[in-house]
């Protein structure tokens, strides 16, 4: 008895912390996406990056920072989301889907540190929209590759979701359209979609799924105690 508490204990804590986790990718992404001095037109705008960046160099610097964990949260999210699927029956979706994710959260992270090239124009005393425009080519490269693979991604894990029915059908289907809009929103190049449909997307989507695995936890403690 014993050994089954034990066990049905290490269960119940390792999805806690798996459900804290999911939970804290979207937590991170909105927390830095509102941090970030507002850009809310066509993107990359590079006279706002450049008004940005002088109204306050800190704050410039730091959301980047905090974006840049953000996307590497979010990836971990996704991880612990395949593991709970494949527990669920699922096979290759959520698996092709988590390994675009991370490809396209890798890339994206990438941006907030093209975007450091600004503060370092600030410092030198440059122009720095002129530094932003002579990076807009690799940006935009970078953007949008790694937006199309994290949205097909998402789209994968959205069949996933739907497929294996964690939770209840119309839930599953709501979660699904958010993991669809998490993923088109990093490819629309507005302002207002990347920083406020994007992180509200990802706390519909991600949030419940968390709930549905921290839940799990206590049905397999219970299912190995009652062994």
């Known amino acids: 008895m014993s050994t089954l508490m034990r066990d049905g204990s290490t269960t119940r804590s390792g999805s806690k912390v798996g459900a804290a986790t999911v939970a804290a990718g979207p937590i991170l992404l909105l927390g830095a996406l509102l941090w970030h001095p507002p850009l809310p037109g066509r993107l990359p705008d590079n006279d ?7 109204a306050d160099v800190t704050r410039w610097g730091m959301s980047h920072l905090a974006a840049a964990v953000a996307a590497a949260a979010i990836a971990v999210a996704f991880i612990v989301i395949r593991s709970h699927l494949r527990e ?7 698996a092709v889907g988590l390994a675009l994710v991370v490809v396209g959260s890798t890339l994206y992270a990438v941006l907030p540190g093209m975007e450091f090239s600004a503060l370092a124009a600030h410092e030198n005393g440059t122009d720095i929209a002129a530094a932003q425009d002579a990076l807009q080519p690799w940006f935009i490269a970078v953007l949008l590759s790694g937006s199309l693979l994290f949205a097909a991604g998402t789209t994968l894990f959205a069949v996933a979701v739907v497929r294996s029915a964690p939770m209840g059908r119309t839930e599953a289907v709501v979660i699904a359209t958010a993991l669809v809009v998490l993923g088109v929103s990093r490819v629309i190049p507005i302002g207002v979609v990347q920083f406020y449909v994007q992180p509200a997307a990802a706390l519909l989507a991600l949030l419940p799924l968390a709930a549905v695995i921290s839940s799990r ?7 190995s105690a009652g062994r």
């Open 88 to 94: 669920r029956g699922d096979g290759w979706l959520s």
């Open 217 to 223: 936890s206590g049905e397999r403690a219970t299912a």
């Open 48 to 54: 706002a990056v450049a008004e940005g960046t002088a």
